[in-house]
């Protein structure tokens, strides 16, 4: 079964170092995502791409959150520089573009962020 | 705004016991809504759905009904097992077309032996 590849899995980094999370969406899809997940919490969307461009980016910190996806493909994460708040999970999610009501969004391991 | 409200946890359990986990959103439109699960250490998988009102989604078990009237969308299970300790997600697609996920806080489920 096709999967959300996500690297790394666990990252421990000071603050004001800078951090890079990457993405692989599932072949095909077009719409990838980006969530944070603050423990204790649901995920909360930060940055939504439809192929190479954003379409919703309104809750990206965009003073050190930065997200790209070149070639509307695998995507990138970058904060810079981090601090000690923004230690949480990052999910990756993928889906098809097209029929809303039809789709359904997958989503990778995460990428655990501890920041010290 | 969109949102989901559900349940608040901890929730523990005997194994065999039944279980419903509570779920309401905002009737902004007719979004399709979904379960996730997480498990200890991971992801979220999709556990069920349901695109319209009156829609059934059920995998492994659970089921939850697509109530328009309500606007609920609540998780049950007949006979909860150990392997079914995690925290469930409820939430719905966003409305205005931008095809995104809105989430409930969580409800972390402990099922004893």
């Known amino acids: 079964e096709a999967e959300v590849a996500q690297s790394p899995r666990y990252k421990i980094t000071e603050k004001s170092q800078a951090v890079a999370f990457w993405c692989d969406p599932i072949s095909g899809h077009a719409t990838l995502y980006w969530y944070r997940q603050i423990l204790g919490q649901g995920p909360e969307l930060l940055v939504q791409f439809q192929d190479e461009s954003v379409v919703d980016d309104s809750q990206l910190p965009k003073d050190r959150f930065s997200a790209e996806r070149l070639k509307g493909v695998d995507s990138t994460l970058k904060i810079q520089p981090a601090e000690l708040g923004d230690s949480a999970m990052y999910l990756c999610?993928?889906?098809?573009?097209?029929?809303?009501?039809?789709?359904?969004?997958?989503f990778g391991e995460g990428s655990w962020l501890t920041v010290v | 705004g969109d949102s989901v409200t559900q349940m608040e946890g901890p929730v523990t359990l005997s194994e065999e016991a039944f279980l419903t986990i509570n779920c309401t959103y905002t009737a902004t439109g007719y979004p399709s809504l979904f379960w996730y699960v997480q498990y200890p250490g991971e992801g979220l998988q999709l556990l069920l759905k349901?695109?319209?009102?009156?829609d059934k989604g059920s995998n492994k078990g659970f089921e939850a009904t697509y109530r328009k009237e309500t606007t609920s969308f609540h998780l049950e299970k007949g006979s909860v097992q150990v392997s079914d300790s995690a925290v469930y997600f409820c939430a719905r697609l966003s409305s205005g077309g931008s095809e995104k996920l809105v989430f409930g806080k969580g409800t972390k489920l402990t099922v004893n032996p």
């Open positions: 999610a993928s889906s098809l573009a097209g029929d809303q009501r039809g789709n359904t969004i997958y």
């Open positions: 349901a695109t319209k009102a009156d």
